[in-house]
Nanobody
């Protein structure tokens, strides 16, 4: 079992920045990749970014467009999502998830956190 806890969400004005954290615990393994997804009100959950624990392979959704950066601190078992130049359309609940290898689909994830709300005001 892997437990994931997100933090760092909040209210920010358009153009601002937030850093989300995903703390992993339990049966963590260097084979697990951590992904960020988001779900806006009334919409499907979509992939945002992913990173492997050991290899550092990183993937981003196209809409990130250089605004978001995913990183990890293995000593703290924590993955971060730095979000800059935020837009109102980035408003969503952001979830982190774990999978054996990088996956970009909701169905490919083995474990999920409960999410953290990001609200971007115009």
């Amino acid at each position: 079992q892997v437990q994931l806890v997100e933090s760092g969400g909040g209210l920010v004005q358009a153009g601002g920045s937030l850093r989300l954290s995903c703390a992993a615990s339990g049966r963590t393994s260097s084979s697990y990749a951590i992904s960020w997804f988001r779900q806006a009100p009334g919409k499907e959950r979509v992939f945002v970014a992913a990173i492997t624990w050991s290899g550092g392979n990183i993937h981003y959704a196209d809409f990130v467009a250089g605004r978001f950066t995913i990183s990890r601190d293995n000593a703290k078992n924590t993955v971060y999502l730095q979000m800059n130049s935020l837009k109102p359309e980035d408003t969503a609940v952001y979830y982190c998830a774990a999978s054996p290898g990088v996956r970009v689909t909701v169905g490919g994830m083995n474990y999920w956190g409960k999410g953290t709300l990001v609200t971007v005001s115009s």
